[in-house]
Every structure is written in structure tokens, then in C-alpha cells.
């Protein structure tokens, strides 16, 4: 009999808000807290306990006394951390940005302590920018390093920025970019051009890449790069989702 | 209360699980028909069971391909045990420092339920290189990483472990040894080839949690570089330990 009436999706459903639970309690829950939370009755939290608990998806604690996560979530975790689909995951984001902007999109991934386009769809524009895939770029100028740069842990962007020609400014200005999620620049690593970047998150919560638009000055002035900002920011968002990542860390740290 | 739950309700629980289980490393973006082939399902079953996954953030479909896999919600869960006290992030720079040092392949560990697994590593720059993969559950009472911990147990737990091990006098005598240093060296326990050296890592309540390991081909780790590298490893789990003291008593 396959029970997956509206009934049957619904224990589903409970199951997983256990292990929810368990995630955000950070410490073991019993067999009454969890019953409790989920609102089921102990037998029942009994029975979802032990379907769990058979997949390795938790285990019983004996000290303290309760059940934690078990290694099947990370195992589950583990297929996401091999996957690498930055790329995959980013191509029909990339068109998009492209259509909206009219300018040219790229992906540039964080490599060591630079920034690699790994992807890059031209402008239809005769005059236009490329950055070109592949070519290593510093993290500490343009709008795409900066994006990628504000949301590194504090300790690399101490060290990133104490060898920048002005640390004090760049740190400043790398404040901002945490604070609005998107990063601007004009003419800081090829004349002539501005860009608007912001970052997207893998997995860990960390900063992986960042989802550039660049143009030149006269026509991608500051005005329509501002503007164009929350699109790239929402783009941005997507990739990270399919990444796993959570964009909702990058508001929250 | 809610509406009672029939006895298979925990049957539709476990092909839930199930279909998360059917995103493999091999396979890790599947089509609903590829699911429900895994799983031998009906695709409408499946496809109620994937909605219901994908309103938990637990598998994500890229519209443009069709294709579902793991999401989020699955991250936020293995985030809990990966960023537990916010070790993972205040571990970094100094694993950072010891593998620059080393040149070895430096891993974070943590205990789970009975057996450890680590969460966060740094692969040696070697082109012969050892790598624990993140995630894959080891024995407590095999290898260095393991037995730093487990040296540190309460009393009543540490016999537990040591008691179901193959010889209990030898591991008894080797988890002295351990406690004396404050560091255990292995070779071989695990992977054959293999040697580490690994410290034990302490939360706020001085209960041993994690342990940072350092491996590499047993070739390379001569005395002299196991002395060396005890001393490094160390000050880096000695000043970890502290910080996350620290860090539970400013922010209760």
C-alpha cells in the first residue's frame, strides 16, 4: 500500500521538522522535548524517532541524555560538498542578467586570494566590455573582487587589505558593500568601464564567486549600474540556492 | 494535539528519506523519472514527496534543466553539527598556520554519536596527499584522531569504548600515553601507509568535542617531524580551546 495521501506527506513533513528541531536546539533534545515541539504524541514521536534513527539520520546521546543529528546528514551534506556546479548552476542566471542589462555578465570565482571569470556572456552592444575566462584578477579592485572581498571572514580581509595602497578606505568602502550585498566600480581595473558585482555564498556560508555586470562608463553610467543593483543581488541569491548555500546568512552576518 | 498518526505514517517518513538518499556523489542532479526509478516509486508519489522536500529547502530543481538536487535545508542541518560553537570558522586560521608549517593534510574532527567524522579540511600542496574526506564516519578508538579524543572521555564512557575494542589493555596503556602528552601519534590504524598526530580540542565546560589532525604518508612523518609538529599543533588547539571559552562567556 503506498500511503502518500495528504496524511502520509504530512508525517513526512513532521519527521523532517525533527531534525529541524534537533539543528536548532545546538544540544540533544529527549524524547518528551521533541514530542513536544513537533506536536505528536510520544508514541508517535517514538515511531518518527526510530524510522530516523534506522537512516543514521540521528542518533541517541547517552551524555547528555537525547538525540543529535547523525552522520546521514552528512553524508546527505557530503553529495552537495563534491558537487561543483558553480558553473551548471549559474547559465541560465547569466543569460538572464545579460537580457536585463544589456551589458556584459560574467562569473568570477574565488581562487586562492584572487578572482577568476569562469564565465562570461558578451554584451550585444559593438562596443562593450570583456573580461576575459580565465585571466586572474586582484580581489582589492573592481566591483566583482570587492563583492566577493566584504563578505570574506575578517582575519583574510584584515590581511587582503593591509597590503592595499589604502587600507583604511578600502576597508571602509568594503563595510558598505556588507551593509547594501553589492559592490560598485568605475575605471579601477580597466579604464573606461564600470561595474556592478554582488556575491554568491556555496554551501559552507562562505563566499564563493561573484555575479558581475560591466559595461562602459558613458552608457552603463552610475545611474543605470544602481539601479540595475537589487537585479544582480536577486540573481545572485538564485545561484547561491542551488549552490545550498543560504542567502539569508549574508543579511544575518 | 494533532490528528493521530496511522502506524505507515513513518513508512512514508522513511521514502522521504529514501529519496534524499537516492542523490548520490556519483549522481547528484537527478530528473523525477531518475528518482523514482531509484526508489521504486510511482513518479506521482515521488513527485507529492519532492514537493513536500522542496518546501523544507531540502531539494532544490533548477528550472532550466528540470533537474532536482539536494538544497539548503539539507546545509542548514549538517551546518549545526559543522559550525557547532562556531568552531569550524574559529578553527580556520589555525589550521591555516599548520599546514603552511607541515605541508600535511589538516583536518578538524568532532565526535559523533559513537564514532568521530571530520568537518572541515585542509588538503597537503604534496602531490601524494592523505585526504579523511569531510563527512566519513572513523572509529573513536582507531587512529590518532580518535584516540586524542577519546583519551579525554568521562571515566565511565572512555571504558565503554575501550572495553568493545579488539585489545583493551593495549589501548588503556596507549590512551595514558596520551594523556600524558597531550597528543596521540598513529600509523597505520586506519589507512595503511598513513600517519597523524592529532590534539584534542576543549568547549567552554573543558568536555573534549573536536580534535584538529594532522596525516600524511608515514614516510614522510620522521620523529623529528612529529616532535616539530607537536609543539605547532598544540599551541593551535590549546589557543582554540581558549577561544571558544571566550567566546561562550561574551555571548551567553
Wanted: charged share 20%.
Amino acid at each position: 500500500m503506498e500511503d502518500t495521501s495528504a496524511a502520509g506527506v504530512a508525517t513526512a513533513l513532521r519527521a523532517v521538522r525533527i531534525l529541524e528541531e534537533i539543528a536548532e536546539a545546538g544540544r540533544p533534545l529527549t524524547l518528551t522535548e521533541i514530542a513536544a515541539a513537533v506536536d505528536v504524541s510520544m508514541p508517535t514521536a517514538r515511531r518518527l524517532l526510530k524510522a530516523l534513527e534506522s537512516r543514521d539520520l540521528i542518533v541517541a546521546d547517552s551524555e547528555p541524555r537525547g538525540y543529535v543529528l547523525g552522520f546521514g546528514i552528512m553524508q546527505l551534506a557530503r553529495v552537495i560538498l563534491d558537487r561543483d556546479d558553480l558553473i551548471a548552476a549559474s547559465a541560465p542566471a547569466l543569460e538572464r542578467l545579460r537580457t536585463e542589462s544589456g551589458e556584459t555578465v560574467s562569473l568570477q570565482r574565488l581562487v586562492d586570494d584572487q578572482r577568476v571569470p569562469v564565465a562570461e556572456l558578451l554584451s550585444p552592444h559593438s562596443i562593450r566590455m570583456m573580461s576575459g575566462v580565465g585571466t586572474p584578477y586582484p580581489l582589492d579592485r573592481g566591483a566583482a573582487g570587492k563583492a566577493i572581498l566584504a563578505f570574506l571572514a575578517d582575519y583574510r580581509i584584515e590581511r587582503l587589505t593591509a597590503v592595499s595602497s589604502a587600507p583604511q578606505g578600502l576597508r571602509q568602502e568594503l563595510d558598505a558593500v556588507r551593509r547594501r550585498g553589492w559592490a560598485i566600480s568605475a575605471a579601477e581595473v580597466v579604464p573606461g568601464a564600470r561595474s556592478v558585482a554582488a556575491p554568491i555564498l556555496d554551501f559552507t556560508g562562505g563566499v564563493c564567486a561573484s555575479l558581475n555586470v560591466t559595461g562602459p562608463v558613458e552608457r552603463f553610467t552610475e545611474q543605470v549600474a544602481v539601479s540595475l543593483a537589487p537585479t544582480v543581488v536577486e540573481i545572485a541569491a538564485g545561484i547561491t540556492h542551488l549552490l545550498g548555500g543560504d542567502s539569508r546568512q549574508e543579511a544575518a552576518e | 494535539m494533532n490528528e493521530p498518526i496511522p502506524p505507515q505514517g513513518a513508512q512514508t517518513a522513511l521514502r522521504a528519506v529514501s529519496i534524499l538518499e537516492s542523490f548520490t556523489l556519483e549522481n547528484p542532479s537527478l530528473s523525477l523519472s531518475e528518482v523514482s526509478e531509484a526508489v521504486g516509486l510511482a513518479p506521482s508519489t515521488v513527485h507529492r514527496l519532492l514537493r513536500a522536500l522542496q518546501s523544507r529547502d531540502l531539494v532544490v530543481v533548477n528550472e532550466a534543466s528540470k533537474k532536482y538536487v539536494l538544497g539548503v535545508g539539507v546545509m542548514r542541518l549538517a551546518r549545526s553539527i559543522l559550525n557547532k560553537n562556531g568552531l569550524t570558522l574559529l578553527a580556520r586560521p589555525g589550521m591555516e598556520r599548520l599546514r603552511t608549517a607541515t605541508s600535511e593534510t589538516v583536518s578538524l574532527q568532532i565526535v559523533l554519536g559513537e564514532r568521530r567524522v571530520a568537518i572541515a579540511e585542509l588538503v597537503s600542496p604534496h602531490a601524494i596527499q592523505m585526504s579523511s574526506g569531510i563527512g566519513e564516519p572513523y572509529p573513536i578508538h582507531l587512529g590518532s584522531a580518535g584516540k586524542s579524543m577519546l583519551a579525554f572521555f568521562p571515566a565511565k564512557k572512555r571504558f565503554r569504548f575501550v572495553t568493545a575494542s579488539a585489545d583493551p589493555a593495549a589501548l588503556q596503556l596507549d590512551l595514558e600515553g596520551v594523556r600524558k602528552r597531550g597528543y596521540a601519534v598513529s600509523a597505520g590504524e586506519v589507512v595503511s601507509g598513513a600517519a597523524a598526530i592529532a590534539a584534542p580540542v576543549f568547549d567552554a565546560e573543558g568536555a573534549v568535542f573536536a580534535c584538529i589532525n594532522v596525516t600524511g604518508p608515514a614516510e614522510r612523518f620522521s620523529t623529528d617531524l612529529v616532535q616539530e609538529t607537536a609543539k605547532e599543533l598544540l599551541a593551535v588547539t590549546t589557543a582554540l580551546s581558549a577561544d571558544l571559552a571566550a567566546g561562550a562567556s561574551s555571548n551567553p
